[in-house]
């Protein structure tokens, strides 16, 4: 179907149904026990798990297959949420203008970034890329103020020109009417089940771009970026120009980029300026070694890993803990907190680096990796049969970030 | 090479095409909320969200905002010795919750990024149900969390930011702030920099880079060039710099004699260390004395800066040591829980959270519009402050500020700061459509009260 194997069929099916399912699985304790702390199904944080999906599956099409390692994603994602505000202040609330241009604008940007970077590979394109980005980080801050309004982010004001707006007039980000923060309620028993159109928006896009992904992966393309990743000399001995592939694949990943941060701006109508900040180009790296660079999956798992992490371990402050302990007797309870405490709340990144080294030291392939040996576990087939099972690309996978 | 890229076919591309917008139509339809206003509280408890950075450069400002917060819901609830319930001058508040519901609070950490503000405060608003979101260290944060408020339609309280725009141009019918800002430090600062140094200086800005920097430092010209100041010049430094020397060097042959340093939090420890390890203090300039001013003084700051803020003039919201009795039971309060004075961000979070609870108690109603209604125009005293008016016109407090100049001779550790002058109220207002505020075209828009 579609143009894939049966296998990848499956795969694609598979994802198609975690991701329309995902308010109610994500959503697995009742409202009224305490464990509901860790439910996380609602509009904002699923909306961020698709975006931040999307913006990870394109990242891993660089980093994944070619092996280059970019620290500049986050320009892309800047570019993409000005793009939409800007339409948002010029055009009307309608999100679509706004991603089309977030698309278009962060591949001309990616396309001249790409350009000069990949002049060098290793480290040096790692730097070149970081330093752009760090470039465009302080423009958007600073110099380019009346373009991005700072530090306070680019706001969408009612003094705007707005020309498509009429009387009555959505107010808010719409496709079409279709209000993105509008949701349907369903309470089942004590469960609470958000159905949000803001989602559901960003979940079909992000299976759309699943495909071209998974369509990009099993290319002849695909594989010439999987070879330069493997021996780029070999490459050119064999006469072919590897930095049209490159580029290309620069720019496609950082259209990906742009379309998350559009999608962003498309769920929340502000844009700011430490969007793209270094921080944010290394998150997407964390993301998707910690999911399994290389690896279809991958990297959507460790951004709704990262984001889980960020949105609800953050949450977690002393009396919250002191309703979970409270059963207990006194001392012990005043343990348990002084021990837990400093990982929860202000500490969850504490909680999250402690995560990553133990992922990269036991699980160089990251999430994926653990999956497959808890797997292989419960499968008790012959070894050799393994990777054929899998729907990731099987080779130098799981190896290779290790040595990255 | 080119063989195998004909391989995706032109039928491929076209069935790609065709499954995205099959994809695309299949959204699903949709049904709206059917409450009468945002997370309209239905059991015996009410949340409040505490919005305030935990991580990052003001981490420090926000936990000690966050104990205020807490402190604030105790009280509310009833817990401890009621705190500034006894002095303010509105008597709803009996001390048993609001409108009869126990207050519930959830906390989030905004990393002083208006993103990860606007994230930890949808979250709050979409799983945990609050009703009300009080906090942010930063202009830049406040700004966007209030316009996230505005549009979920939920009450925005607040706290320490200082911008002019918060509400000048981006000013919302939702929001609303205790704190002062940059225009009134300048109208309070100015007189008292006239009788300290005179009317003959040349002033030289050092400002931080963004919105608050800019407003800051537009209104300390404003006023100083009022009294006769003259401004020799105006240099932007990035936020977060760490390293302030290549800008102060250039300071000691520009012939002005007064720096203002338009920083805050750790920028203004660092640039004022370094201006007086330059020894900027020690010269003398046109015949006068060199001096540094800092417009805007927090606790946190002047403890991190040390003995080099002594004699330093600034201003602020509040502070611990005033004599009113207000302010006394907020210290002691919240002296006997946490050991020590709170900041002026604490006391601004602990007064916007009961001006809130107050506001709903006497509204009758946890509706985002009538509690905006119960605080416009709202008339107060005894939260530390002295008489103070909400201005209905733009959601901002108007109150006395504080001139205050770094402590000579401290006697202990949270002595750092004496209170040089209390400018009263009415020197500091202005009208609701000053130029600096946004001009006529700045406007609160309509209350929203959401679903």
């Known amino acids: 179907m579609l143009g894939l194997s049966a296998k990848d069929t499956g795969f694609l099916l598979f994802v198609t149904f975690l991701t329309l399912a995902t308010p109610i699985l994500l959503q697995p304790f009742p409202e009224t026990s305490s464990l509901a702390q860790f439910n996380a199904g609602y509009p904002d944080l699923m909306q961020r798990f698709a975006i931040y999906g999307i913006f990870a599956i394109g990242f891993n099409i660089l980093f994944g297959l070619t092996g280059y390692l970019s620290f500049g994603h986050a320009a892309f994602l800047g570019v993409g949420s000005y793009s939409v505000v800007w339409m948002y202040k010029l055009l009307s609330f309608n999100v679509l203008p706004g991603l089309i241009l977030a698309i278009v604008l962060s591949g001309v940007f990616a396309l001249l970034i790409g350009y000069v970077s990949l002049r060098r590979s290793g480290i040096y394109f790692s730097i070149l890329t970081l330093a752009f980005a760090q470039m465009s980080y302080n423009l958007a801050y600073s110099v380019f103020t009346p373009l991005t309004n700072g530090e306070t982010g680019l706001q969408v004001y009612t003094s705007d020109p707005q020309i498509l707006m009429g009387e009555g007039s959505t107010q808010v980000p719409n496709l079409f009417g279709l209000v993105m923060q509008d949701s349907i309620k369903l309470p089942v028993g004590d469960w609470l089940f958000t159905f949000n159109v803001g989602y559901y928006f960003t979940a079909v896009i992000a299976i759309f771009v699943f495909y071209i992904s998974l369509r990009i992966f099993r290319s002849p393309f695909g594989l010439i970026l999987r070879a330069i990743k493997t021996n780029r000399t070999r490459l050119s001995y064999a006469g072919i120009n590897t930095r049209p592939y490159m580029l290309a694949a620069f720019v496609i990943s950082g259209m990906y980029a742009g379309l998350a941060g559009g999608l962003l701006a498309a769920m929340d109508p502000l844009a700011g300026a430490e969007r793209m900040q270094w921080t944010a180009s290394g998150e997407v790296v964390l993301m998707t070694i910690l999911g399994g660079a290389g690896t279809l999956m991958g990297p959507v798992l460790g951004a709704g890993f990262i984001k889980y992490f960020e949105n609800i371990f953050s949450k977690i402050n002393e009396s919250v803990l002191h309703d979970w302990f409270g059963a207990l007797p006194e001392p012990v309870r005043d343990f348990l907190i002084a021990i837990v405490s400093p990982f929860v709340g202000d500490g969850w990144q504490l909680t999250l680096g402690l995560l990553f080294v133990l992922v990269v030291v036991f699980l160089p392939g990251g999430i994926m990796e653990g999956a497959r040996r808890i797997g292989s576990i419960f499968r008790r087939k012959p070894a050799a049969a393994e990777p054929a099972k899998l729907p990731e690309t099987p080779p130098a996978v799981a190896g290779d970030p290790a040595g990255e | ?451």
């Open chain 2, 1 to 451: 090479m080119s063989d195998q890229k004909k391989g995706i076919s032109r039928r491929r591309v076209l069935k790609t095409g065709l499954a995205g917008i099959v994809a695309t139509g299949v959204a699903p339809t949709i049904i709206t909320n059917a409450y009468g206003f945002t997370n309209e509280p239905t059991g015996s408890t009410v949340k409040f969200g505490f919005n305030v950075p935990q991580t990052g450069p003001y981490a420090a400002e926000g936990l000690d905002e966050l104990r205020a917060q807490q402190l604030a819901v105790e009280h509310l609830n009833g817990i401890g010795d009621g705190g500034m319930l006894s002095t303010f001058s509105s008597k709803a508040l009996k001390g048993n919750g609001v409108l009869g519901k126990q207050v519930d609070y959830v906390t989030g950490d905004t990393q002083t990024k208006s993103d990860a503000a606007r994230a930890a405060a949808r979250s709050m608003i979409e799983k945990d149900g609050v009703v009300m979101i009080n906090g942010g260290s930063s202009s830049g944060v406040a700004v966007a969390v209030q316009g996230l408020c505005q549009e979920a339609g939920i009450i925005f309280m607040a706290g320490l930011t200082h911008s002019n725009d918060t509400t000048g141009k981006d000013r919302k019918a939702n929001g609303f702030r205790h704190f002062f800002n940059a225009y009134m430090s300048g109208a309070a600062l100015a007189p008292v920099l006239k009788t300290a140094y005179g009317t003959d200086r040349r002033a030289y800005h050092l400002t931080a880079d963004y919105t608050w920097g800019w407003t800051q430092q537009a209104s300390i010209q404003l006023f100083t060039e009022q009294i006769g100041w003259e401004t020799v010049n105006n240099v932007l430094t990035p936020v977060g710099a760490g390293d302030f020397s290549s800008y102060i060097a250039p300071v000691l042959n520009s012939g002005a004699d007064v720096l203002v340093l338009n920083h805050y939090g750790g920028d203004m420890i660092n640039s004022l260390t370094q201006a007086v390890q330059f020894g900027l203090r020690d010269k003398q300039v046109n015949g006068k004395q060199f001096e540094i001013v800092v417009p805007l003084y927090s606790e946190l700051m002047a403890d991190g800066a040390g003995a080099n803020i002594k004699g330093v003039y600034g201003s602020m919201n509040w502070n611990w040591q005033l004599s009113d009795a207000g302010t006394q039971a907020f210290v002691k309060s919240f002296g006997e829980k946490y050991g020590q004075p709170p900041s002026n961000s604490a006391q601004t979070c602990y007064a916007q959270v009961m001006l809130y609870a107050d506001a709903v108690e006497r509204a009758g109603s946890f509706n985002p519009c009538a509690v905006a209604e119960a605080l416009e125009g709202f008339e107060f005293d005894g939260l530390g402050n002295g008489p103070t008016l909400y201005r209905a016109a733009d959601h901002q407090c108007f109150k006395d500020v504080l001139v205050v100049k770094g402590k000579e001779n401290p006697s202990n550790q949270y002595d750092t700061l004496e209170v040089v002058e209390i400018t009263p109220r009415a020197q500091v207002e202005y009208a609701p459509n000053h130029e600096m505020f946004g001009g006529d075209e700045a406007t609160l828009g309509a209350c929203n009260p959401g679903a």
